[in-house]
């Protein structure tokens, strides 16, 4: 069975930096990893993707630049990284796995990790 | 920067028939797109819904089906059921890795 598990939820302080992660299982951790950031109360924002195989990364213009994304493919896990947490980066964010043939969509997603930043 | 649209809301009678759309801020959906539906329900992760542009995903009822409107793409259910009560999604796959989701559709069913 295929199941993306992410970390759990985190209350952190702004100026904080903060590693989330997101491992798969039940498949050949190859497929693209995306994250999305969901603000309270507000839709889906789409933050940027990566490839395990080689990490080549990809990120949405609103994301570049503050967060980064990478992977651990020995132990089948991805992550998103703040530097210097903000109050405005208290959100859901959600790790979905991208389908590998060809078609294009998520077709697997992780359960959500709850980041709160507040002093 | 691409902006993708959807209706911020819109209401169904059960039993009903309604079909939320998806556009671009310029331009047309087209199926090069890519197309995709999620339905999100409160504290729930996403479900996929449709995939390129009319695929239902494994599981999901034949009452979704998803197509191309004149320059969007849509997602139509027939015979909504109270369950059917969610937040919606529109995704668009814009090419070189990079994704756009929609605002979301918050369809009530009353």
């Known amino acids: 069975e295929v199941q993306l598990v992410q970390s759990g939820a985190e209350v952190k302080k702004p100026g904080e930096s903060l590693k989330i992660s997101c491992q798969g299982s039940?498949?050949?951790?190859?497929?693209?990893i995306g994250w999305v950031r969901q603000m309270p109360g507000k839709g889906l924002e789409w933050m940027g993707i990566?490839?395990?195989?080689?990490?080549?990364?990809r990120y949405s213009p609103s994301f570049q630049g503050q967060v980064t994304i990478s992977v651990d493919k020995s132990i089948s896990t991805a992550y998103l990284q703040w530097s210097s947490l903000k109050a405005s980066d208290t959100a859901m964010y959600y790790c979905?796995?991208?389908?590998?043939?060809?078609?294009?969509?998520?077709?697997?997603w992780g359960q959500g990790t709850l980041v709160t930043v507040s002093s | 920067q691409t902006v993708v649209t959807q209706e911020p809301s819109f209401s169904v009678s059960p039993g009903g028939t309604v079909t939320l759309t998806c556009g671009l801020s310029?331009?047309?959906?087209?199926?090069?797109?890519?197309p995709s539906w999620y339905q999100q329900t409160p504290g729930q992760a996403p479900r996929t819904l449709i995939y390129?542009?009319?695929t239902r995903s494994s599981g999901v009822p034949d009452r979704f089906s998803g197509s191309i409107l004149g320059n969007k793409a849509a997602l139509t259910i027939t015979g909504a059921q109270a369950d059917d009560e969610s937040d919606y999604y529109c995704?668009?796959?814009?090419?070189?890795?990079?994704?756009?989701f929609g605002g979301g559709t918050k369809l009530t069913v009353l």
């Open positions: 979905m796995r991208q389908d590998g043939l060809g078609t294009y969509y998520f077709d697997y």
């Open positions: 039940g498949y050949s951790f190859t497929y693209w």
């Open positions: 990566i490839l395990p195989g080689n990490s080549d990364t």
């Open positions: 310029s331009g047309s959906v087209s199926t090069s797109y890519y």
């Open positions: 390129s542009t009319n």
């Open positions: 995704a668009l796959y814009m090419g070189s890795g990079i994704w756009v």
